[in-house]
């Protein structure tokens, strides 16, 4: 996947229509990053619940497997979040330039 989609064009050349793209693709990023949060939550939730309210065992290593899965998908979201905000800031950069 290419992280800067705009580079291929001259700054003189975009319109109106590229730049509310990309605010398009701001917003999209925000939604995507409370998505995985969302995800990272319940799956921390649920494997609380699995260990305070099931007491089998494979219940309780189930829930003890769902909570770091969902502090690593928090992290993985953390990371697209930060890593397409910074390609988008570049490319607002650049056209302030010019």
Not at 55 to 82: C, E, H, Q, W
Request: no cysteine; proline share 2%.
């Amino acid at each position: 996947m290419n992280d800067e989609p705009y580079r291929k064009f001259s700054k003189e050349k975009l319109i109106l229509r590229d730049w509310l793209a990309a605010d398009r693709t701001e917003l999209a990023n925000e939604r995507t990053f409370l998505a995985y949060i969302r995800t990272a939550l319940a799956l921390v939730v649920v494997g609380a619940t699995f260990i305070h309210f099931f007491r089998t065992d494979i219940m309780v290593y189930m829930g003890i497997l769902m909570m770091p899965i969902g502090a690593i998908i928090f992290a993985i979201g953390l990371y697209s979040f930060i890593k397409t905000r910074n390609s988008l800031k570049q490319l607002e950069d650049e056209s302030d330039q010019k």
